[in-house]
T-cell receptor
Framework: EAGVAQSPRYKIIEKRQSVAFWCNPISGHATLYWYQQILGQGPKLLIQFQNNGVVDDSQLPKDRFSAERLKGVDSTLKIQPAKLEDSAVYLC????????????FGSGTQLSVL | AQSVSQHNHHVILSEAASLELGCNYSYGGTVNLFWYVQYPGQHLQLLLKYFSGDPLVKGIKGFEAEFIKSKFSFNLRKPSVQWSDTAEYFCAVNALYNQGGKLIFGQGTELSVKP
């Protein structure tokens, strides 16, 4: 079974630039999550999708972050404009029907904002 | 607000030593509890979970954890660590009022096992 795919693996940008991350969940997984993991901290949920609808985006900084999952499969997370404090690993995860005991993580995109 | 606290930021052990990593959470209601592991260069993987029943749960690779409700704790243990256990370990909590997979993670404990 293929895992959660994310790209790019690494990204370096300057502050005020924009960046986008892509995630393809495990086939058939309706629930998709984006987490932010800052160095020295645990992952923090940014947004959760059920199919193409948003379930929880309470911790997404909506002035600069946006995410979409238009066809209910793959998803894109965008930051515009980026700030220094956005430097982190962005993790995508998916689960079958929102079952958290069956949560699978991707390898993440490491973002460095200079 | 719900929070998860892991007591140790970095633990260094020699092979065959016993391991205990502490985890406490702040939510007073019914919870599901998890330990995840992240080996160097790899993605987060589920190590073990507690949903209900026996508070002593066993996971992969000889790990176990004990849920003590009165102490709001879910400590991870292993009797004898190996060099291959070198990784970062995350405790996570899901409060049952919030269905659908919102996990609150602790800050992580980095384990280094010396051969």
């Amino acid at each position: 079974e293929a895992g959660v795919a994310q790209s790019p693996r690494y990204k370096i940008i300057e502050k005020r630039q924009s960046v986008a991350f892509w995630c393809n969940p495990i086939s058939g997984h309706a629930t998709l999550y984006w987490y932010q993991q800052i160095l020295g901290q645990g992952p923090k949920l940014l947004i959760q999708f059920q199919n193409n609808g948003v379930v929880d985006d309470s911790q997404l900084p909506k002035d600069r972050f946006s995410a979409e999952r238009l066809k209910g499969v793959d998803s894109t997370l965008k930051i515009q404009p980026a700030k220094l404090e956005d430097s982190a690993v962005y993790l995508c995860a998916s689960s079958l029907g929102g079952r958290i005991e069956k949560l699978f993580f991707g390898s993440g995109t490491q973002l460095s904002v200079l | 607000a719900q929070s998860v606290s892991q007591h140790n930021h970095h633990v260094i052990l020699s092979e065959a030593a016993s391991l205990e990593l502490g985890c406490n959470y702040s939510y007073g209601g019914t919870v599901n509890l998890f330990w995840y592991v992240q080996y160097p260069g790899q993605h987060l993987q589920l190590l073990l979970k507690y949903f209900s029943g026996d508070p002593l749960v066993k996971g992969i690779k000889g790990f176990e954890a004990e849920f003590i409700k009165s102490k709001f704790s879910f400590n991870l243990r292993k009797p004898s660590v190996q060099w291959s256990d070198t990784a970062e370990y995350f405790c996570a909590v899901n409060a049952l009022y919030n269905q659908g997979g919102k996990l609150i993670f602790g800050q992580g404990t980095e384990l280094s096992v010396k051969p």
